[in-house]
């Protein structure tokens, strides 16, 4: 089956310890993207990456580190994460034809306190 | 990044057509006019995408004048189950940095009524 997986879908971690968010997809996209959803701000996005080894910010990268070094795979980095990072994490992947839009992963919910 | 408005919300009643409407004055020749929906706590689904004219597909239709300025999501006959966030966006035009970079902005909560 044709998606994006996320891990893990809910995480309680502590101020500055670092982790890692993983996305991985299995449709052989070109494009994928880390976004993030608080109450009343909407989506906004916080990487992508065009291919393996290109990325570049979105709207909201303080913070954040992403990485593309195989095209399934783009993880998402908090090396020391603050309360102000807590929230709905998704990651979503596109090939090269536009058709069919981006595919969403399931999400994470990412909580720091 | 073409920056695009819609209401914050919407309400309509089971059966009706429901049309929301996205202004986006800033979009750029090569950009093309997205539409995604969300359900609570779950990733945005696409639904419709367009260049010009009308779009048509077994869910929605979109409808894009001539100026590209606006844009509007049809969605015949609501139930219960479309009750969602509707977002529109415009981008990806084809070449160049654009490419990848979307903004979804905070979208339409559409309510759907029995």
């Known amino acids: 089956e044709a998606q994006v997986t996320q891990n893990p879908r809910y995480l309680i971690t502590v101020t500055g310890k670092k982790l890692t968010v993983t996305c991985s997809q299995n449709m052989n996209h070109e494009y994928m993207s880390w976004y993030r959803q608080d109450p009343g701000l909407g989506l906004r996005q916080i990487y992508y990456s065009m291919n393996v080894e290109v990325t570049d910010k979105g709207d909201v990268p303080e913070g954040y580190k992403v990485s593309r070094k195989e095209k399934r795979n783009f993880p998402l980095i908090l090396e020391s994460p603050s309360p102000n990072q807590t929230s709905l994490y998704f990651c979503?992947?596109?090939?090269?034809?536009?058709?069919?839009?981006?595919?969403f992963g399931s999400g994470t919910r990412l909580t720091v306190v | 990044l073409a920056k695009t408005t819609q209401p914050i919300s919407m309400d309509s009643y089971e059966g009706q057509e429901v049309n929301i409407t996205c202004s986006h004055n800033n979009i750029a020749t090569n950009d093309y006019i997205t539409w995604y929906q969300q359900f609570p706590s779950q990733g945005p689904r696409f639904i419709i995408q367009g260049y010009k004219t009308k779009v048509t597909n077994e869910v929605a239709s979109l409808f894009i004048p001539a100026d590209r300025k606006s844009s509007t999501l049809s969605l015949p006959r609501v139930s219960l189950s479309d009750t969602a966030v509707y977002y529109c966006?415009?981008?990806?035009?084809?070449?160049?940095?654009?490419?990848?970079?979307?903004?979804f902005g905070r979208g339409t909560q559409l309510t759907v009524w029995p």
């Open positions: 966006l415009v981008g990806e035009g084809g070449r160049g940095s654009t490419l990848g970079r979307l903004y």
């Open positions: 979503a992947s596109r090939g090269q034809g536009r058709d069919y839009g981006y595919t």
